[in-house]
């Protein structure tokens, strides 16, 4: 849990006590690839931090098609947000695509943490601002930019990825298909 201690000694003041209060109810897992950490349907009821590994959120369409909206790599934090502020069930898939190990926050260390941490409101913002900014700037990504820029941005959002992901998954994420990415990656090799 080191590495979740660094995180939010990063962000907020807070004292010894209260972080050993607050982590008593976290737990470190590790997931497989291709395990899902959470699945449509279910409601969400835990935030994950990533210690190490790689993961996608996975929203797949009427016809059964699976599209790739984000990536979280170390030192993120993940979860179908909306869901679990709102209580709903979760309309994402968040699947490990490699050995991934995670800290499990649970809506009650989250609960206490709110009620208890002198800033624990404040750490709780600046998560939430961190997940906005991330997804108004893939919307206006997608909409601002050519398929090409967006393919030459990817590895300032998700450094290495390009080693770490298969190319389908990449070509999902940039909302276009294998056969387009092969395509501007053959253009880029040639300027």
């Not at 998700?158 to 053959?186: C, D, E, W």
């Amino acid at each position: 849990m080191e590495q979740l201690i660094t995180f939010i000694r990063q962000l907020i003041r807070i004292s010894d006590d209260e972080l050993s209060l607050f982590l008593n109810n976290c737990q470190t897992k590790t997931f497989q690839r291709n395990e899902a950490l959470s699945e449509p349907g279910k409601q969400p009821n835990e935030l994950f931090f990533i210690n190490s590994g790689l993961l996608r959120v996975i929203v797949t369409d009427q016809t059964g098609v699976n599209h790739t909206v984000y990536f979280a790599m170390e030192n993120q934090f993940i979860a179908d947000y909306s869901a679990f502020i709102l209580k709903h069930p979760s309309l994402y898939t968040i699947q490990a695509i490699e050995q991934t190990e995670v800290v499990l926050i649970p809506r009650s260390a989250i609960e206490w943490g709110y009620q208890h941490l002198k800033e624990g409101d404040k750490l709780g913002r600046l998560i939430a601002e961190f997940y906005f900014i991330y997804h108004d700037n893939y919307i206006k990504n997608q909409y601002s930019r050519t398929p090409k820029e967006r393919y030459e941005n990817i590895s300032e959002v998700f450094p290495n990825i390009h080693n770490r992901v298969p190319q389908h998954m990449i070509a999902s994420y940039l909302g276009i298909t294998s056969v387009h990415l092969s395509r501007l990656k053959k253009q880029l090799l040639k300027t």
